[in-house]
């Protein structure tokens, strides 16, 4: 399976995010990786705690998958799904332990299916269950696990 490398952990995690994703989030720490990186949330504004969390990941995903990659070895239609999660208390801190299963296809096999798609559907000779087929086989599939510490807001 192909490895993925961790983003580099930086000092202001809240002003990177709002230079690559034009997003405000008040989180500080690290991407999450382990319990001493884990990402800190200071509060939730109107948003459920596992939605916020699940926005986080995909960001985290993204930067993974493509931003930081060569254009011709990036991923897209990467779809972000919660797999299984534990509430850690640990040295007077909360944490959300969270496990998701990530898929993406590389991008030029993504846009090169999308275009045969929708240049094929609704004629006798597509055959949608080869194109299906293969699409799912163009599919990566990873399990990454994040650290949330929830302290603040629990």
């Known amino acids: 399976m192909k490895k993925f490398e961790p983003l580099f952990h ?11 994703f034009d997003m405000d989030l008040p989180v500080s720490g690290g991407w999450g990786y382990t319990r001493e990186e884990a990402t800190i949330i ?3 504004d109107n948003i459920p705690l596992t939605q916020f969390e699940h926005t986080f990941a995909s960001m985290r995903a993204y930067g993974e998958m493509n931003m930081s990659l060569p254009e011709d070895q990036r991923y897209g239609s990467i779809n972000v799904n919660e ?8 040295e007077g801190k909360t944490y959300d332990k969270v496990t998701y299963e990530i898929s993406a296809m590389k ?7 999308i275009d045969e798609y929708k240049e094929g559907y609704g004629k006798m000779e597509f055959d949608m269950d080869d194109h299906f087929r293969r699409r799912k086989e163009s599919t990566l599939k990873r399990e990454v696990i994040h650290w949330f510490d929830i302290t603040e807001i629990v």
């Open 10 to 20: 930086e000092d202001n995690l809240k002003a990177i995010i709002n230079s690559a």
């Open 42 to 44: 200071h509060h939730l």
């Open 83 to 90: 797999r299984q999660r534990e509430q850690i208390g640990l």
């Open 107 to 113: 991008e030029d096999v993504y846009a090169a299916l």
